[in-house]
C-alpha cells in the first residue's frame, strides 16, 4: 500500500496549490479519502473528507470556501485544491484512506506528507 503526496510549497498569501495524492495497492473506490494537517506544535487535525461511494465531502470550518476536495477514482488520485491561502494554513498536508464497516475501521493509511508554507 502505498500514498504518495505531492504539490506542496512556498506560496504567497492569498496564492493557490492543487495536492495530489496518488494511491496504490489496495482497492481505492472503496475507500474514504482525507487531508490532514499538521502545524509545528499542534495536533494532526481533518482538513477535508470525501467518502466512498458517492463522494460525499466535509470541510473544517477553517476551510470551507477555501478548499476543495475530489476523487478520481479511475487513476487512484485524490485532490486538494487549496485557495485564498493564508499564513495559519502552512501545515504538512497528510492523505489519509480508512475504510469502515459500521463503526469499526478496518484499514487506515497514511501517506508521507508534503509540505505547504505560506509566507511573504
Known amino acids: 500500500v502505498q500514498l504518495v503526496e505531492s504539490g506542496g510549497g512556498l506560496v504567497q498569501p492569498g496564492g493557490s496549490l492543487r495536492l495530489s495524492c496518488a494511491a496504490s495497492g489496495f482497492t481505492f473506490s472503496n475507500y474514504d479519502m482525507s487531508w490532514y494537517r499538521q502545524a509545528p506544535g499542534k495536533e494532526r487535525e481533518l482538513v477535508a473528507t470525501?467518502?466512498?461511494?458517492?463522494?460525499?465531502?466535509n470541510y473544517a470550518d477553517s476551510v470551507k470556501g477555501r478548499f476543495f476536495i475530489y476523487r478520481d477514482n479511475v487513476n487512484n488520485t485524490m485532490y486538494l485544491h487549496v485557495n485564498s491561502l493564508k499564513p495559519e494554513d502552512t501545515a504538512v498536508y497528510y492523505c489519509?484512506?480508512?475504510?469502515?464497516?459500521?463503526?469499526?475501521?478496518?484499514?487506515?493509511?497514511w501517506g508521507q506528507g508534503t509540505q505547504v508554507t505560506v509566507s511573504s
Open positions: 470525501i467518502s466512498s461511494p458517492f463522494g460525499a465531502t
Open positions: 489519509n484512506a480508512r475504510l469502515r464497516r459500521g463503526i469499526a475501521t478496518l484499514y487506515d493509511y
